[in-house]
């Protein structure tokens, strides 16, 4: 599967932001973004003033980087979010809140994404007692996600785990740390996703 291999710590840059795709080091002064608050680039700090179209374009790219999908998959779950009841720009980050790679980052069993990712594709986690393997794999209300037993030994889990008190563990979860296990509880409002994100810009840019 294609995926962006590049900096990145480059991303959050190109955002002026954040986006905490490193997890523990954004929160250090090595961050950056800290050091360097300005676009990369020859010309970074010599960038105009953004029309309507670039203020949406870097919201979307904003979004779309966080949870590091690609745009074709990120196209698709902006049509399932069009076509599902609700706020769209809601629903679409309801989606991206729920896949498995965002939930076991977001219970605190890896650091960022990339390592959460790398960790469901290796075979570590189960779906209500059923090993998944896929991190887009939606979750939905009750589910429970697990660490297999044989890998409850791996060093970046119980490091992760050993630091979730710092991140925090959103509302809509619930963390057992004791047996490896998290459970959604329900699905997010938009004031429980942690994401400082126009939506409402996304809808008008896929909606022109």
Request: with cysteine; net charge positive.
């Amino acid at each position: 599967m294609a995926r962006y291999r590049g900096a990145l710590c480059r991303l959050c840059r190109r955002e002026t932001e954040k986006l905490f795709l490193k997890g523990d080091r954004c929160f250090t002064e090595k961050c950056a973004v800290e050091r360097r608050q300005y676009p990369p680039g020859q010309h970074g700090q010599r960038r105009g003033k953004l029309s309507d179209y670039g203020i949406q374009l870097r919201e979307k790219q904003k979004v779309r980087r966080t949870y590091g999908v690609l745009e074709k998959q990120f196209r698709m779950y902006f049509k399932k979010a069009a076509s599902a009841k609700g706020v769209t720009g809601t629903v679409l980050l309801q989606l991206l809140e729920t896949r498995l790679d965002n939930i076991v980052c977001r219970i605190g069993f890896a650091p960022n994404r990339i390592s959460a990712r790398q960790l469901v594709t290796h075979g570590h986690f189960l779906v209500n007692g059923k090993k998944v393997n896929i991190p887009s794999y939606r979750l939905r209300v009750g589910d429970v996600v697990a660490i297999r037993e044989a890998s409850r030994e791996l060093t970046l889990v119980n490091d992760s785990l050993s630091k979730i008190e710092h991140r925090g563990v959103p509302s809509w979860l619930e963390l057992d740390a004791k047996n490896y296990s998290g459970k959604v509880l329900q699905i997010p409002a938009r004031e429980d996703i942690q994401l400082t994100v126009q939506e409402q810009l996304i809808v008008e840019l896929y909606s022109k």
